[in-house]
């Protein structure tokens, strides 16, 4: 009986010592899998997505996330209508494509990421606008609030003003009247947005605005719009991918004027795409460092916060001085006779010299003559403000966005809309889709000699009540 036990005690150690080497093999077995794919079989690193097919016709912006733990960067081969944001970064992120809207032909590009010398690509393919259709544009705007004292809110302008002016020229731009009455409103089908990032696609605090504090204080537009100084060109952001707004306290001329708006006019390709009334260039692309001035548009902020009373009229609304500077930003002039105080001042001449045919000339000399009689008035009725067609002899009420003293100011022609658009299809340093490829014709580095353009609005300070 003892023998027999002690064999089974044997018996049952060897097998428990078996399955102790069988449990031991099995542990570095998985051990080293578990080790192996730690290592050099593991990706380093991947994405969430790596294939974007029809992409709309109107862009958008696409996002993908990176997971990994080491360096990475990010990198658009077309860049001139697909970027990426951010460019580089450590560890898991997230990444945006922004991708322009489309009006030439079908597409496609490549972002590549790198990450511990290995290469991974994102395709994107997106398709063009149909024939017959038309592209709605979002232009992102950047306003720079120039300050000399934080405390004086015609200096550091709220955010919130800034924003409530904005949607307000949208609604003008989208066609919707402020007055009864007129020619038909124009939906233009363009919108203006805040910015959300910055030219490094960093997200912004607050939403379309800078403030920068200035030494100097107040300005004097002219001399801002036509400067060479490096800080004021550095105000600028990529004029291809934002519009400037620059709002500071004007100097006062001391003559009962008041400059409320300046802006300049675009540039326009030479050749076939040409339009008339604009500086020619000879290139489809052009960067902020080819201008030896500030391509924008600057606002008196000393009236930014004007608006016009349920039906009264407000020369200073800053509301309309926006939407109108913004007007001539994108190719239109004033819709009166620009060529009058050139002539003998008799009213004779009645030159069309805002290119568009919907827009009635009228000699506007005469009609500050005899405005002039009426400056000291305070109650007088819209329907007196009439101008004179100096083709027909016809009169007729202003509602005309590019027309000032005395105007209802509150829609565009259709022919104004047609040059807008084409400032928007084709002009270089618009933001927004191009009809013609940017790297067709590129401008070389450096300033190039463009001459300094742009259009002033100048109002006097009359109230007028309407009837």
């Not at 944001?85 to 991708?99: A, D, F, H, L, Q």
């Not at 326009?268 to 500086?279: D, F, I, R, V, W």
Request: aromatic fraction near 12%.
């Amino acid at each position: 009986m003892q023998s027999y036990t002690k064999i089974s005690n044997l018996f049952i150690l060897y097998v428990f010592k078996d399955m102790k080497r069988q449990f031991a093999y099995i542990f570095f077995v998985l051990f080293g899998l578990v080790v192996t794919g730690c290592t050099s079989e593991d990706p380093a690193f991947t994405l969430s997505q790596n294939n974007f097919s029809n992409i709309s016709p109107e862009g958008g912006t696409l996002s993908i996330d990176i997971r990994t733990s080491s360096t990475w960067t990010a990198t658009s081969l077309n860049d001139d209508w697909c970027n990426v944001y951010p460019s580089s970064g450590t560890g898991n992120g997230t990444i945006r494509i922004e991708v322009e809207g489309n009006l030439s032909a079908d597409r496609n590009a490549t972002v590549v990421i790198f990450c511990d010398n290995e290469r991974s690509e994102i395709n994107i393919a997106q398709t063009a606008l149909p024939e017959g259709q038309e592209l709605t544009y979002r232009i992102p705007v950047i306003f720079h609030v120039l300050y000399k004292d934080a405390a004086d809110d015609y200096q550091y302008v709220s955010a919130t003003r800034i924003r409530q002016v904005l949607d307000n020229v949208n609604a003008y731009y989208d066609g919707t009247p402020v007055w009864t009455g007129g020619d038909t409103p124009q939906d233009v089908n363009l919108e203006f947005v805040l910015a959300e990032t910055d030219e490094e696609g960093n997200e912004l605090e607050i939403p379309g605005v800078e403030y920068v504090q200035w030494n100097q204080m107040p300005i004097d537009c002219e001399s801002f719009m036509s400067s060479s100084s490096e800080r004021i060109l550095n105000l600028m952001w990529d004029m291809n991918k934002y519009i400037n707004i620059v709002l500071y306290n004007f100097s006062d001329y001391g003559d009962g004027s008041v400059i409320m708006g300046i802006s300049h006019l675009p540039l326009s390709t030479a050749g076939t795409n040409y339009l008339e009334g604009l500086q020619a260039v000879e290139y489809t692309h052009l960067e902020n460092d080819n201008l030896g001035y500030p391509q924008c548009v600057s606002i008196n902020s000393l009236y930014f916060y004007e608006d016009t009373p349920a039906r009264c009229y407000n020369p200073m609304d800053a509301n309309v001085t926006l939407a109108h500077e913004l007007g001539h930003y994108l190719g239109l002039h004033h819709a009166f006779n620009e060529d009058d105080e050139e002539s003998d001042g008799l009213g004779k001449d009645c030159t069309d010299s805002d290119y568009c045919e919907d827009t009635p000339p009228y000699n506007r000399y005469v009609y500050g003559l005899w405005l002039s009689h009426y400056y000291q008035e305070s109650k007088l009725p819209m329907e007196a403000f009439q101008r004179e067609d100096c083709n027909t002899g016809d009169t007729f009420l202003s509602y005309n966005l590019m027309d000032y003293e005395i105007s209802f100011s509150d829609r565009f022609t259709p022919d104004q809309r047609a040059r807008m658009r084409h400032v928007l299809e084709y002009s270089p340093l618009i933001p927004g889709a191009k009809r013609i490829s940017s790297t067709t014709r590129m401008a070389p580095a450096g300033v190039l000699d463009i001459p300094v353009i742009y259009k002033k609005c100048v109002k006097y300070s009359v109230g007028l009540k309407k009837k």
